[in-house]
């Protein structure tokens, strides 16, 4: 931005956006309360069971969120395009305001394309002499406009980094990016850029203040989206790996960790939460980072060694957050395949750790040497209970599909998805179930009844087991007789 655009720019176009922006906001926020109170609350209401348990009602909390995700953006963007207009506004009017008084000293304002002078307002012919004279005023207003139309170039430019980085931070949906103004999001991007040239130096030149301000800075920012994919995309995959095993190799930065290796623990922690953060990220240098990462997980971090290897440091900054599924997914398959190339597929041990080598978890549970118990752990924080493995084979999981044949439809006292053609037949009315169907049904709620009331007498438990079984399926006739038959010799076991 030079003078003649902060001079001439129609600001009241950006306010009737800003405008328009607000109403977005105010009907995204009905929209996240009726989701909220009627499809979520509904949902949590309902008695779920089977896959729609698993399935379906996970899906519809995350759509409820969807809209409260989308509500937050909306408002994070309203408020930094409101704060920008605001400051441009006042910056604009300081600019005609300084103008204008230089005016009345005559001197005059002259734009050009990329910059400004400021000269006498008097005929060509005695202007250098002029000029000579107001040297002062000259100097002085050209400071003043100079430092105007930097703050208003400043505001604009990080309004536009902070814009595009909440845009990208999600390919589909919204992401979870919150903020108050303009200055809040400038400032975690300042930051991540800050602290990730300090990640990038050389850990023998690292001081325990720069350990101090990097744990400081990623405990306070950790959860933020912005600044994480902003940090982790500086850092680079490699420069994460590098990081991590140099501060905490003996050989290279001795003196630093023995002034500073009793707060590595917290350095780790937050670290590994940012950069869980920033693996959700839908931005084109995160999905770099993340290939890279599953690239680096069977080569050594340090050239010309051999140990130890990217998931061996990579797997000990996962033992916090959660990380993206896909991410997760692909770092396994890589994972289980260099275990079994280490360990010659089970048949002996590997990841011994001998003095010399970095400490890489530093925890105090173990040595971090062994890459799949930081892995396991990032499984079990992940938030994907219904994923598997749907290849058989020793990957994590990927998600289930389910097929298009079977119908989202909950059954009457089971919740569980349906398809038609299994449990209709052309001889029943619609909605009424074969017998076999009943009984395929009524056998598993005895199996589930039968084994939680293993304990008790045998007489109790039939007596239960008639008690939980004698109820009718809508439209049918009792069916205990015929569970009590398909599971007779279950039921004498006891």
Same mark, same amino acid.
């Given at each position: 931005?030079?003078?003649?655009?902060?001079?001439d720019?129609?600001?009241? !176009?950006?306010?009737?956006?800003? #405008?328009?922006?607000?109403?977005?906001?105010? @009907?995204?926020?009905?929209?996240?309360? /009726?989701?909220?109170?009627?499809?979520?609350?509904?949902a @949590?209401?309902a008695?779920?069971?089977?896959? @729609?348990?698993?399935?379906?009602?996970?899906?519809?909390?995350?759509?409820?969120?969807e809209?409260?995700?989308?509500?937050?953006? /909306?408002r994070?963007?309203?408020?930094?395009?409101?704060?920008?207009?605001?400051?441009?506004? &006042?910056?604009?009017?300081?600019?005609?305001? +300084?103008?204008? =008084?230089?005016?009345?000293?005559? !001197?005059?304002?002259?734009?050009?394309?990329?910059?400004?002078?400021?000269t006498?307002?008097v005929?060509?012919?005695?202007?250098a002499?002029? #000029?000579?004279?107001?040297?002062a005023?000259?100097?002085? !207003?050209?400071d003043e406009?100079?430092?105007? %139309?930097?703050?208003?170039?400043?505001?604009?430019?990080? +309004?536009?980094?902070?814009?595009?980085?909440?845009?990208?931070?999600?390919?589909?949906g919204f992401s979870?990016?919150?903020?108050?103004?303009?200055d809040?999001?400038?400032?975690?991007?300042?930051?991540?850029?800050?602290?990730?040239?300090?990640?990038?130096?050389?850990p023998e030149?690292?001081?325990?203040?720069?350990?101090?301000?990097?744990?400081?800075?990623?405990?306070?920012?950790?959860?933020?989206?912005?600044?994480?994919?902003?940090?982790a995309s500086?850092?680079?995959?490699?420069?994460?790996?590098?990081?991590?095993?140099?501060?905490?190799?003996?050989? %290279?930065?001795y003196?630093l960790g023995?002034?500073?290796?009793?707060?590595?623990?917290?350095?780790?922690?937050?670290?590994?939460?940012?950069?869980?953060?920033?693996?959700?990220?839908?931005s084109?240098?995160?999905?770099?980072?993340?290939?890279?990462? %599953?690239?680096?997980?069977?080569?050594?971090?340090?050239?010309?060694?051999?140990?130890?290897?990217?998931?061996?440091?990579?797997?000990?900054?996962?033992?916090?957050?959660?990380?993206?599924?896909?991410?997760?997914?692909?770092?396994?398959?890589?994972?289980?395949?260099?275990?079994?190339?280490?360990?010659?597929?089970?048949?002996?041990?590997?990841?011994? &750790?001998?003095?010399?080598?970095?400490?890489?978890?530093?925890?105090?549970?173990?040595?971090?040497?062994?890459?799949?118990?930081?892995?396991?752990?990032?499984?079990?924080k +992940?938030?994907?209970?219904?994923? =598997?493995?749907s290849?058989?084979?020793s990957?994590?999981?990927?998600?289930?599909?389910?097929?298009?044949s079977?119908?989202?439809?909950?059954t /009457?006292?089971?919740?569980?998805?349906?398809?038609?053609?299994?449990?209709?037949?052309?001889?029943?009315?619609?909605? =009424?179930?074969?017998?076999?169907?009943?009984?395929?049904?009524?056998?598993?709620?005895?199996t589930?009844?039968?084994?939680?009331?293993?304990?008790?007498?045998?007489?109790?438990?039939?007596?239960?087991?008639?008690?939980?079984?004698?109820?009718?399926?809508?439209?049918?006739?009792?069916?205990?007789? &015929? %569970?009590?038959?398909?599971?007779? &010799?279950?039921?004498?076991?006891?």
């Amino acid at each position: 931005m030079d003078l003649t655009d902060l001079r001439d720019i129609d600001l009241s !176009l950006l306010g009737d956006a800003i #405008d328009d922006w607000a109403t977005v906001v105010g @009907n995204l926020e009905d929209l996240k309360k /009726a989701a909220e109170r009627g499809l979520h609350g509904a949902a @949590n209401k309902a008695d779920w069971a089977g896959v @729609n348990a698993m399935v379906s009602k996970e899906f519809i909390g995350k759509t409820a969120g969807e809209f409260a995700d989308a509500h937050g953006q /909306a408002r994070s963007i309203y408020l930094i395009l409101k704060d920008t207009r605001d400051e441009l506004v &006042r910056y604009q009017t300081q600019l005609t305001d +300084a103008m204008e =008084r230089g005016r009345q000293k005559n !001197l005059t304002v002259i734009g050009y394309e990329g910059g400004f002078s400021v000269t006498s307002n008097v005929p060509p012919e005695g202007r250098a002499a002029q #000029d000579e004279d107001n040297k002062a005023d000259i100097t002085a !207003l050209r400071d003043e406009l100079q430092d105007i %139309v930097e703050r208003a170039t400043e505001s604009d430019t990080s +309004a536009s980094t902070v814009l595009k980085a909440i845009a990208d931070q999600s390919r589909l949906g919204f992401s979870d990016a919150r903020y108050k103004d303009r200055d809040s999001a400038a400032e975690a991007i300042e930051q991540a850029d800050q602290l990730a040239e300090l990640a990038t130096k050389n850990p023998e030149e690292l001081t325990p203040k720069d350990l101090d301000r990097l744990t400081a800075g990623l405990r306070k920012y950790a959860g933020d989206g912005l600044f994480a994919e902003r940090f982790a995309s500086h850092l680079g995959a490699e420069g994460t790996l590098s990081f991590w095993a140099g501060i905490n190799d003996p050989q %290279v930065a001795y003196a630093l960790g023995h002034k500073r290796g009793n707060t590595h623990d917290e350095l780790q922690k937050h670290l590994g939460l940012t950069l869980a953060t920033a693996s959700q990220s839908d931005s084109a240098t995160m999905a770099d980072w993340r290939n890279k990462m %599953v690239d680096m997980v069977d080569r050594p971090v340090s050239p010309g060694k051999g140990f130890p290897l990217g998931a061996q440091v990579m797997s000990n900054l996962m033992r916090w957050g959660d990380y993206d599924d896909r991410f997760l997914v692909d770092y396994g398959d890589k994972l289980i395949a260099t275990e079994k190339k280490y360990t010659g597929n089970g048949e002996h041990g590997a990841w011994g &750790r001998v003095g010399s080598d970095p400490l890489l978890n530093r925890t105090g549970s173990d040595s971090g040497w062994d890459p799949m118990t930081g892995y396991l752990k990032a499984l079990s924080k +992940a938030r994907m209970p219904r994923r =598997r493995s749907s290849t058989g084979s020793s990957s994590t999981r990927t998600t289930r599909t389910i097929p298009s044949s079977v119908t989202p439809t909950a059954t /009457a006292g089971t919740g569980r998805f349906r398809s038609p053609t299994s449990s209709t037949s052309s001889k029943n009315a619609p909605g =009424r179930m074969t017998s076999r169907a009943r009984v395929r049904r009524a056998s598993r709620a005895v199996t589930r009844w039968h084994w939680r009331w293993r304990p008790l007498r045998p007489g109790i438990r039939r007596e239960r087991f008639l008690r939980r079984t004698h109820r009718r399926t809508p439209g049918s006739k009792p069916v205990w007789w &015929r %569970v009590w038959w398909h599971r007779s &010799r279950m039921n004498r076991s006891g």
